[in-house]
């Protein structure tokens, strides 16, 4: 029994760190990022893409028009830690005035020694400046309302020795925020940028990139003497000769996961194909985690719209957190460790939480240091839903273990920059927030707040969405007073 207990809270202990980097030494990187892999093969911006299908009523937006290209040749030399690149932006100014800057965000560059810039070059490039992650580029001239430029990257990565979302161990190598992306821009507002939080204890808050759907393609080169590799990435990967060809539209990002000794296993789920990667030891819990991926995702397409791309991969990590990203997930080897005794396991908590980011995060975007609450907060309340429904008996458990037992505290609203930390975002923001919605739900009752959620997320799919956008799905189909409510939960609430 005492060694039950203990299983248990080490199991409480890593799942709570769902979507954040725990404990990370002073160096660590934050990653999160999350895309998705679409049915059809992607065509960047053609309207030939098959769009979310939402309930009969609700209509999907049109895939934006003019996104972001982001085109990769990489060399990964596995053995050697070492990624050459040379990436191709082709950016579109959406604005309805001229541009004459553009800003790059580095991620490689929180690690130092991680990232060796080459050349950047572009038609239009002038001048640049560097401001920590961010690279300032003068565009001269400037780029007009409706047209494109492009831009070229050249730069190696020397990846860190860390056990994260960026870097490698002696287990495999991670891909997540490799690259340089253009965040979004609003001409009132600015770029839409944030630095990532660090606390006291060195463990780094949440997340701090919001990222416009866009579309990715990358040649992926193997080089060097590791052998036997095996890839899991954000979407299917093509063999051409001499490389591998990934194609993924509509997404926030693009990640890769190899390994030498993954073991995957696949199976096909009503038209989606769910892959897991992992260790060998972890053989017999691959089948465990496609079951709850399986459940989950019939949960997800029944409350929002089917999964829309064609293959989800499942992904162990070498490291204590997990992480989504589009397209892939990456869970934990000591969670994938305690998968037994199901369902009171954090497999069956965390799983359907991650994939839950696969619409809130990669379809429907929202800043995750301003508004972290729109996509934590929610995945944690649908690991409630999960059990709900396919474990109603555990329910009573669940809230108690990972909401109640730990009392949350702290303003739902709250951003990354919390005082308290990490342990006060978890607090607030996903522990807090999952009781906030399960109260608002319980307020406007079922019927409306189980619609609002599906209106919210079919009217903000390919969109960065704000808690406004929520709230206003939420207005639409209840009359309910929800005042005393946000008051209590929210510390800006919204007002109706
Ligand atoms: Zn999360």
Known sequence: MRQRLLALIIALSLLLSACGQHATPPAELPTPVAQITRTSEAIPNSSLETEPVGTPELEPPAAPENRTVYDLDATLDYAQHTVSVVQHITYFNRADQAMNELLLLIPPRYFAGAYSQGNISGELVGQSRENGIQTMLNLEPSLEPGASTQIQIIFTLFLPNRQGVFGWSDMQTNLVDWFPVIPPYDPTTGWQVNERVVDATNTIVGEYIAADSADFHLRLRLTGTAQDLTIAASSEGKEQPGYIEYQLPLARSFSLSVSDRFVMQEVQHEG?????????????????????????????AELFYPYPRQTLSLVAADFLHNMETDGMLLISK???????DAPLNNLTILIPHEISHQWLYSMV????????????AFATYSEALYFERFQPDQLDWWWQNRVEGFKPSGWVDSSTSIPGGYTAYRDAVYLNGAIFLQSLRQLVGDEAFFAAITQYVVDNTYKI???????????NHSDADLNALLRQYFENPPSF
Do not use: C
Request: proline share 5%; net charge negative; no cysteine.
């Open 272 to 300: 989606v194909t769910i892959r897991t990667y992992v260790f060998p030891q972890h053989r017999e819990a691959g089948q465990a985690i496609i079951e709850v991926a399986k459940n989950a995702l019939d949960m997800f």
């Open 365 to 376: 975007g929202n800043d995750p240091a301003r508004e972290p609450w729109l996509d934590e």
């Open 465 to 475: 969405a704000s808690g406004n956008d929520f709230f206003n799905a939420i207005r």
């Open 334 to 340: 000591g969670v994938i460790d305690f998968y037994r």
